[in-house]
């Protein structure tokens, strides 16, 4: 028996991308180095395939086309990011003029092809500048990182009505500071800790230039939610080291931008690891008063965990790790995505939605990513040059099930972004892995063709909905 989900009206249907991963760099553009231009130019050999972030998707030039083709795809909306060393080439002095009208016209290009832009301020960039000088990790970047947010609302806002001020700020944290994925490849807890303090900080200083300022529209964040699942439920031990994954990973940014606080969980995870960063006076009462409009939710995957079986490590020099104080736990039953090495549960995404319902004063969210990336997509191609990605579709609707699920239970979820439109860019990872609806052939000229997932999108949102 199949049965009917339809969602409600005025429901966000669309994608999720960001600048430093789709929009490239070309002559005259003005922008200055992101942490990613410089980390590239320094060990290529670390991203798949030797392409790095100038050779991202084109959008700095296709951006016309590409709001077409969202149109086509069924876009009511669409995120992406400013780059900031875009905006303000130094961080922290002039505006670049080119910045501005590549934005402007980009926006425009949306709105004229009835796609609503949803614009975040920060996704892993760091300018170059600021990161010559620690980055997150020194203080004055929270203030230079609130100028910045308020020249953008200042230069944009009049088209602009949904901001974030992150995207998934765990990470630069786990990334730039834990586990050495992401540059400047530390691994120092205390540092990290450090890290994850000044974004909260350097948050609700941008969040209250936005209500202060007078500004129309609604200012949220972006957070990748990994529902922490005990090994077993029934023992206390696992259900202990849970919610002290969950504290560190969710609760540590969806506590301040929601409730205003810090979670005591986390607060005694730094002092019993000696990781408390400095405080300064004023900052609980600016965080407790600055917090967000709409919750932006990226979920891929859960996080199992154990009580610690292991021999502590910390980080083998004898500094603490988040992982003393918990094991990752490998569910056998657990069903895969080969490709990107992700457990894939669907369920997870609805628990994500109950949990803000019901912990977080059911405030208003979305689902701003999720999606599947596959490597090697040609493998799928037909006669007619189209990808033929039931594997996505699958994806897609099986995950919106429990959308539709959460929605009827009283979640206050306003939509479903995948991740991504247009195949970009993603890090280290380059052009390995495929997630978009729409393939780019970068030996031609990021040339764009419409996969399967993207006509069957279409469809989906003109019924608003689907029967399975
Ligand atoms: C999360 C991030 O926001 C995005 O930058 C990344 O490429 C995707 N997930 C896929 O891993």
């Known amino acids: 028996m199949s049965k009917n989900y339809t969602f409600p009206a005025g429901f966000w249907w669309g994608s999720a ?49 590409d709001a077409r083709l969202m149109k086509e795809t069924g876009h009511n909306s669409f995120r992406t990011s400013i780059q900031w060393s875009r905006l303000i080439p130094d961080a922290t002095g002039e505006v670049n003029p080119e910045a501005v009208k590549f934005y402007n016209d980009y926006f425009d290009e949306l709105i004229a092809n009835g796609v609503e832009p949803f614009v975040g301020l920060f996704h892993f960039d760091m300018p170059m500048a600021l990161q010559n000088e620690g980055g997150w990790l020194n203080r004055k970047t929270v203030d230079a990182y609130a100028r910045y947010a308020k020249i953008a609302f200042e230069l944009f806002g009049d088209k602009v009505k949904r901001w974030f001020t992150y995207n998934e700020p765990i990470v630069p944290v786990e990334g730039g500071y834990l586990y050495d ?16 303090y000044h974004e909260i900080v350097a948050q609700a200083l941008a969040i209250k230039e936005f209500h202060e300022g ?96 292991t021999p502590v490590e910390g980080d083998g020099k004898g500094g603490p790790m988040p992982e003393d104080y918990f094991d990752n ?25 109950i949990n803000v319902k019901e912990n977080y004063g059911n405030i208003d969210c979305y689902i701003s990513e999720n999606g599947m990336g596959v490597e090697g997509e040609e493998r799928y191609i037909d006669a007619n040059g189209e990808i033929q990605d039931d594997y996505r579709i699958e994806f897609v609707r099986d995950h919106l099930k429990w959308v539709h699920q959460a929605i009827a239970e009283g979640s ?54 689907f029967e399975a």
């Open 214 to 309: 007078g500004f129309d529209g609604t200012i949220g964040v972006v957070l990748n939610l990994t529902p922490s699942y005990p090994r077993d439920p029934e023992n206390p031990e696992d259900v202990k080291a849970a919610k002290l994954a969950d504290a560190l990973f969710n609760r540590s940014f969806l506590d301040p931008s929601i409730l205003g606080t810090l979670p005591e969980e986390l607060k005694w995870l730094w002092a019993d690891s000696g990781t408390t960063p400095d405080m300064l006076e004023g900052d609980a009462e600016l965080i407790a008063n600055n917090t967000i409009d709409l919750l932006g939710i990226n979920y891929y995957q859960p996080r199992r965990i154990k009580a610690k079986e």
């Open 17 to 65: 991308a960001s600048g430093p991963q789709t929009e490239g760099r070309y002559d005259g553009d003005g922008k200055g180095d992101s942490l990613w231009d410089y980390w590239f130019e320094q060990e290529p050999e670390k991203f798949f395939g030797g392409v790095g972030p100038e050779r991202t998707s084109r959008v700095y030039k296709m951006y016309k086309e």
């Open 181 to 196: 994925f992401h540059y400047p490849n530390h691994k120092n807890m205390k540092e990290a800790m450090r890290v994850m």
């Open 329 to 353: 736990y490998d569910w056998p039953e657990k069903k895969m995505n080969p490709y990107r090495g992700w457990e894939i549960y669907e369920k997870g995404i609805y628990d994500c939605l």
């Open 412 to 465: 206050n979820c306003h939509g479903y972004h995948m991740w991504t439109c247009m195949d970009c860019w993603s890090w280290t990872n380059a052009y390995k892995n495929r997630y978009g609806f729409i393939a780019v052939d970068l030996d031609n000229d990021g040339a764009r063709t419409v996969k399967k997932s993207g006509k069957w999108f279409h469809q989906v949102v003109a019924d608003n909905g």
